[in-house]
């Protein structure tokens, strides 16, 4: 697939073909250990089942995006040895498509404007699952006075429950949890949850593998995919990387950057991560050498649920 895809229709006519698996991190920053252990896992998963790997950069939020990032993170995927299969898929080229997607939920009458402020949501709303929720205001029409702002999806009660292949069963309301909850924001940008949902069908994903700071997210996506009609997915979250403080590895909580130079020991010490048991005498083996023995052994059951302090 191109950079600028095929076309919609097209897209959308694809049908999955055994496993196709992804990685997809935001060009905010280069990669850190957190990234990495992601990358990995979820390459050797789409690899030891003989599948596809794809990437794409997740660049809908043009102001957050660091100056040269995206370049660094296929620098480090390649340095470190995964290497994926087609042309780099960028989220900032796909509008389109994800016009399509909104236009589709608003004549199931799905949607909704909303003119709520992110102060008025958090004055009115409750806490819910690590996020405040809304609280509707606008589901029966904005106030006099007020402008739309976002697009938020009109929920209905809905209960959903799918297997984490990592977490096991999992059950949420989005309704009780999150609220209506946006899919386009006050500042033009499409949503995440949107996006991820329609590039996900679009590229015939049919597994994803990500950090578990995303499980919350995963019903409301599943959501999604079901109101569009879109095949469904499988799941694996992964435990989060932390700091000495407790806090998750991001570019937020300035992680160190990847060292490319020394990408046979990080590789090997994400394998120690990830709970694989690398042989010690593959310690310092080239990437190529280290992730043919990850493949041939992956054991996605022997991946822990938390992880001990990462302290650099």
């Known amino acids: 697939m191109g950079n600028d895809g095929p ?50 950069m997740e660049d809908l939020d043009r102001p957050r995006e660091m100056p040269g990032a995206a370049d660094a993170i296929l620098r480090s995927l390649t340095a470190h040895g995964l290497h994926w299969d087609g042309e780099v898929l960028y989220q900032s080229r796909r509008s389109a498509l994800y016009d399509q997607a909104l236009a589709q939920l608003a004549a199931q009458g799905r949607s909704y404007d909303c003119g709520c ?21 606008c589901r029966d029409g904005m106030a006099p006075g007020k402008t739309a702002r976002a697009r938020r999806l009109r929920l209905q009660g809905e209960e959903i429950r799918f297997t984490d292949r990592v977490f096991g069963l999992q059950q949420q309301s989005p309704a009780q949890q999150v ?38 997210s995963t019903a409301r996506q599943i959501l999604l995919g079901q109101l569009l009609g879109l095949p469904p997915l499988r799941y694996a979250h992964l435990p989060l990387l932390r700091n000495a403080a407790g806090e998750k590895l991001s570019k937020q909580t300035l ?9 046979a020991d990080n590789l090997f010490q994400v394998l120690q991560w990830l709970g694989q048991q690398p042989p010690l005498s593959l310690r310092g083996a080239a990437p190529a050498e280290l992730l043919a023995w990850a493949i041939a052994h992956w054991r996605l059951a022997a991946v822990p649920k938390t992880l001990p302090a990462w302290v650099g």
């Not at 097209?10 to 935001?26: D, K, L, N, Q, W």
């Not at 060009?27 to 794809?54: I, K, N, Q, V």
Request: proline share 5%; aromatic share 8%; glycine share 12%.
């Open 7 to 56: 076309s919609a229709d097209a897209e959308r006519g694809r049908y999955r073909v055994g496993y196709r698996g992804r990685f997809a991190p935001s060009p905010t920053g280069p990669l850190h250990r957190g990234s990495l252990l992601t990358a990995t896992a979820s390459y050797l998963d789409a690899r030891a089942a003989g599948g596809a790997w794809l990437l794409r």
């Open 117 to 137: 402020s992110r102060r008025e949501v958090a004055e009115a709303g409750w806490p819910g699952d690590g996020e405040q929720v809304y609280p509707g205001t």
């Open 179 to 216: 609220g209506d909850f946006v899919l386009h924001r006050a500042d033009g940008i499409h949503a995440y949850q949107l996006a991820v949902v329609v590039d996900d069908a679009a590229q015939g994903i049919s597994d994803v593998v990500r950090g578990a700071d995303l499980l919350s």
């Open 255 to 263: 992680a160190p950057a990847l060292d490319d130079a020394r990408a």
